[in-house]
């Protein structure tokens, strides 16, 4: 038997992305699933590309990190809610902060292989609505009842049952293997890379100044979708300077001297959904589409957080980008000098400034600031955590497009668990 030919590799083309705007927690999408917002940006997409014909889209690949069990076919059972063709196949993923552009390059992988000409991508994540556990010691009582042999056995049970097993076991921002929330943990690595809190301030004030002016001359009109009243980010501040936030108090770190992250430099709990548009160039030939930019490489990395952060190693738990940049673009055989546009999502100021000090440690050239987060980021938008990476990318690629000609662009996304994604983004 002669053995199967592989296929060639073809390009993955970036049509268009569709978001709904940003909201903080418990604001105008508290009573918003999952579910909802996906649908809404889906069907956005679907509208504005006229995906709503049979066999259009090949595959729709979303995830969610704050999910209820109801949750567990997210992706598909949105498709089986929006304008898409029912047929069309759907499945869930996940990798914290990474989800949205972990999506992207699982459905631009079988795009390149030929599996499929076109797909969705992106994800969605409400604070509003986060899953409220059972107590553990109640759900060990009901499943002990649940076995017991006789109705004596089953009253044995669940008399058992105190007051304080009636309090819900509530989702928290921390890391199982070290209890440090995010914010504690970005604390650490400011503190030991010497992060300031005037560069900080600094920066997180050019997100919202760049955020504002980007939508003010227009950039996110075929981008973002009303939803639920809201027609721009909620947590955009476009009067942010650093004068203003040097005034907040610090909220992480406190146990030491000298705390610098407050809440204006780092993200807030917030709501929203994303998707991307991938197609082979075929495919977006035939519906007389023009791709925005082409997915070129994409890379992702771990460390080891645990003995970094809380034993005081070097590497911190959102470092991860620090090591799948080098790796991606030595592979690529590029430099940071060959970017027109660099997109680090912005969990907090000191996270971003302390990925590229690593850069730079490692021989890469200082990035111009000029060219990072140029349309704001996340200290701005806001950070629904499985929606950031296909915002980024929808972001990054209608830059490159707006800027004409030949260019590249760079995202690199960390996430919970000491992980990276990082993607190369270009139009040639």
């Known amino acids: 038997m002669s053995p199967v030919k592989p296929p060639a590799v073809r390009r993955v083309a970036i049509i268009g992305g569709t978001r709904i705007p940003f909201a903080r927690s418990d604001g105008p999408y508290a009573t ?34 704050l999910k209820h069990s109801r949750d567990f076919n997210l992706a598909r059972e949105t498709v089986l809610g929006s304008k ?65 042999k006789s109705p004596g056995g089953r009253l044995k049970a669940l008399a058992g049952v105190r007051p304080s097993h009636l309090i819900p076991d509530i989702p928290r921002n921390a890391e199982p293997r070290t209890h440090l ?24 004030a050019a997100s919202h100044q760049r955020l504002a002016a980007a939508y003010e001359r227009g950039f996110f009109q075929d981008l973002v979708v009303p939803f639920r009243g809201l027609d721009r980010d909620q947590n955009l501040r476009p009067g942010s300077t650093p004068e203003k936030l040097a005034a907040l108090k610090p909220v992480f770190g406190l146990d030491r001297p000298g705390p610098t992250m407050t809440a204006g430099n780092s993200t ?69 000098a060959d970017f027109d546009f660099v997109e680090i999502h912005e969990a907090f100021a000191s996270q971003v400034l302390a990925a590229l000090a690593a850069w730079e440690k490692r021989g890469l050239a200082p990035v111009d600031r000029a060219r990072l987060n140029v349309a704001g980021s996340s200290l701005a938008t806001g950070h629904p955590f499985a929606a950031t990476g296909a915002r980024i990318v929808a ?12 260019g590249r662009g760079l995202i690199s996304v960390c996430a919970a668990g000491g992980q990276g994604v990082t993607a190369v983004l270009e139009r040639r």
């Open 181 to 204: 929330s995010m914010g504690e943990h970005a604390a650490v690595t400011a503190r030991a890379r010497g992060i300031s809190r005037e560069a900080q301030d600094e920066l997180a």
């Open 395 to 406: 972001t990054l690629a209608k830059l490159l497009a707006e800027k004409g000609g030949s």
């Open 84 to 148: 898409l063709d029912a047929r069309t196949p759907a499945y869930d993923i996940q990798q914290a902060c990474g989800t949205g552009l972990q999506a992207v390059i699982a459905a631009a992988n079988k795009i390149a292989l030929g599996q499929t000409e076109s797909a969705i991508a992106g994800g969605a994540d409400t604070a509003s609505d986060a899953p409220l556990g059972v107590n553990d010691a109640l759900r060990r009582i009901l499943l002990a009842a649940r076995r017991a």
């Open 32 to 65: 918003a699933s999952n579910q909802d917002m996906l649908t809404a940006v889906v069907d956005g997409l679907t509208e504005r590309y006229g995906l709503g014909d049979p066999g259009a889209v090949g595959e729709v690949v979303a995830g969610a990190v």
């Open 268 to 336: 807030p709990l917030t709501d929203g959904a994303a998707v991307v548009l991938l197609a082979s160039e075929e495919w977006a030939r035939a519906r007389g589409l023009e791709p925005l930019a082409y997915l070129t490489a994409y890379e992702t990395a771990a460390v080891d957080f645990v003995r970094g952060d809380v034993a005081g190693g070097e590497d911190g738990l959102l470092m991860a980008p620090a090591y799948a940049v080098p790796r991606m673009l030595e592979r690529a055989e590029l430099t940071l």
